[in-house]
């Protein structure tokens, strides 16, 4: 078992940086590749970005691409996801998730563990 906690959400204007964590706690971090969702109202939850157990390779979303980077520290058993340029189009919960490494990483169903989510909202 793994679990997840976000934390950093909040109402910030458009333009803009925020950056969210994801502490995790149970099985060693560095075994799951991570990644982060979220879900606008009404809509179905999607991938943000997704990054490799050495955080050595990263995966965007086309909307945040150049605009978020997600990280990781292994020794604290932290993720990040730190947004810049935010427009009102990026308020959602944001989820973290963990996987198996095997899986693909943009796939939803790929995620064994979720966190509980965290709002952000965007004004313009």
């Known amino acids: 078992q793994v679990q997840l906690v976000e934390s950093g959400g909040g109402l910030v204007q458009a333009g803009a940086s925020l950056r969210l964590s994801c502490a995790t706690s149970?099985?060693?971090?560095?075994?799951?590749?991570m990644g982060w969702f979220r879900q606008a109202p009404g809509k179905e939850r999607e991938f943000v970005a997704g990054?490799?157990?050495?955080?050595?390779?990263?995966y965007y979303a086309d909307s945040v691409k150049g605009r978020f980077t997600i990280s990781r520290d292994n020794s604290k058993n932290t993720m990040y996801l730190q947004m810049g340029n935010m427009k009102p189009e990026d308020t959602a919960v944001y989820y973290c998730?963990?996987?198996?490494?095997?899986?693909?990483?943009?796939?939803?169903?790929?995620?064994?563990?979720w966190g509980q989510g965290t709002q952000v909202t965007v004004s313009s």
């Open positions: 149970g099985r060693t971090f560095s075994d799951y590749s």
């Open positions: 990054i490799s157990r050495n955080g050595v390779n990263t």
């Open positions: 998730a963990a996987r198996p490494s095997y899986k693909n990483i943009y796939s939803i169903k790929s995620y064994d563990y």
